[in-house]
């Protein structure tokens, strides 16, 4: 996992693909961080993405590095229950804070990717399993 986090940080923003009635949607995240051996995802609660996670857990995340070197991680979105992750999450990205305060009701819902594979591609090479 750490490998995984550290791409993910070193890549600064990365895109998560959901679908939304057999329309596929991509859009830029950059929340993330490793806990309990967990890569760990945020997302708003009132965004049409976390319905489309809830309605269909299949998601992609391809990330690229400025060396050229990208990401795909697929799996199954699993929300978690436990707000520490979420006040984690917060700790370390500070400027979240005020969108996911109690005054706008919004709540930030974390994931992790089960039944996952993360793979590394070289710019013009082959992908290796991370």
Not at 100 to 122: C, N, P, R, S, W
């Amino acid at each position: 996992m750490s490998k995984l986090n550290d791409f993910l940080t070193e890549a600064g923003v990365f895109f998560l693909a959901t679908e939304d009635g057999g329309q596929p949607k991509l859009r830029p995240l950059g929340a993330h961080l490793e806990m309990d051996g967990k890569v760990l995802f945020g997302v708003g609660d009132f965004k049409d993405v976390y319905k489309q996670m809830t309605a269909n857990p299949l998601v992609e995340i391809a990330a690229c590095k400025p060396d050229g070197q990208w990401l795909r991680y697929t799996g199954k979105a699993v929300f978690e229950t436990d707000p520490k992750y979420a006040a984690a999450l917060l700790d370390a990205m500070p400027n979240l804070k005020p969108m996911y305060a109690e005054e706008t009701g919004h709540k930030l819902m974390m994931f992790h990717l089960e039944d996952a594979k993360a793979v590394v591609i070289q710019i013009m090479g082959e992908g290796t399993p991370i």
